[in-house]
């Protein structure tokens, strides 16, 4: 069975779904999206991407193109017709179709919706007991980075960069040699003292969604958690690194540019999150 797309109010095959070419997302990256993370058919941290979608959206002044139970069919029924039981959604609303022109359409558009859904076997990446290596890169997004917008020309640049290096992820070091977040990930260190440490959401980042679910884990844990600034040097003096987001629940970094992190092995608090993690989203998924 093939791959069906959900466009607008239709579900169409994959390889043939298409949105018009003045689709404003297309011509102008003038729209948001959001990724889910799915175990056993359902949607891990449901409402925690639903929320940021909305906020998202209003952040854009792009109306909500439909109420969030309408929402909810189209995402399990884009679910449901690709088998997908444990895997990746996306979804994506642009301000839709008009003339181009940068300022908003005079006349009222509908804004356009794209879902789509694929089998990933997220708890078996084998990425997660070799670890991964992380580069890192300059900080040069635009200062609205808690938006989540399509527009992500220096994300793509920065994971192409990371890709030639032999690296799966770029982390992005803003002015003062601190570290914000990697090109579609959390970044996260547990330092030279123990305390686990991710940037926090004052700072240019997105607030992820499944950051926040592992803030949580790791209050209950007890661990020592500090949401707050590092530098690339404390990243590659500390004991652990990792990457936390949707498309890779939780990867342990083992090398930082040329350094090698800790023993060089996925460390303990890393694989605990992730193990934590991965059970409490199939137990809650919705
Ligand atoms: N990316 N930071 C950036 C820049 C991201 O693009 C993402 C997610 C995250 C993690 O957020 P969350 O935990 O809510 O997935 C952080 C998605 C997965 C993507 O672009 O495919």
């Not at 959001?34 to 058919?41: D, K, L, N, P, Y």
Request: hydrophobic content about 45%; proline content about 4%; glycine content about 10%.
């Amino acid at each position: 069975m093939g791959r069906i797309a959900y466009v607008n109010g239709r579900f169409v095959p994959h390889a043939g779904a298409a949105v018009h070419i003045e689709d404003r997302g297309y011509q102008l990256a003038d729209g948001v999206y959001e990724v889910w993370a799915v175990f056993g058919g359902r949607l891990a941290d449901c409402d925690g991407h639903f929320a940021r979608l909305e906020r998202s959206l209003a952040e854009l002044r792009i109306p909500l193109p439909m109420g969030r139970r309408a929402m909810e069919v189209v995402l399990r029924e884009t679910l449901r017709r690709n088998c997908v039981r444990d895997g990746l959604l996306y979804l994506q609303v642009t301000r839709g179709v008009a003339p181009r022109d940068h300022a908003f359409p005079t006349r009222p558009v509908s804004a356009s919706v794209v879902v789509t859904a694929k089998s990933v076997d997220l708890a078996g990446d084998d990425r997660a007991r070799t670890g991964v290596k992380v580069i890192t890169v300059a900080e040069n997004r635009w200062g609205r980075c808690d938006i989540k917008t399509i527009g992500l020309l220096p994300n793509v640049l920065a994971k192409q960069a990371a890709r030639e290096a032999g690296a799966s992820e770029a982390w992005f070091v803003d002015e003062m040699g601190l570290i914000t977040e990697g090109a579609s990930s959390n970044a996260w260190i547990v330092d030279s003292g123990g305390v686990l440490r991710t940037r926090d959401t004052q700072a240019n980042i997105l607030r992820g969604i499944t950051r926040q679910s592992l803030l949580d884990l790791a209050k209950s844990l007890d661990l020592r958690v500090a949401e707050g600034p590092f530098s690339v040097e404390d990243a590659k003096m500390a004991r652990e690194a990792f990457i936390s987001g949707a498309g890779s629940v939780v990867l342990p970094v083992t090398r930082i540019d040329e350094a090698i992190v800790g023993d060089g092995q996925p460390g303990p608090i890393a694989k605990r999150l992730r193990g934590l993690y991965i059970e409490s989203a199939r137990r809650n998924a919705a």
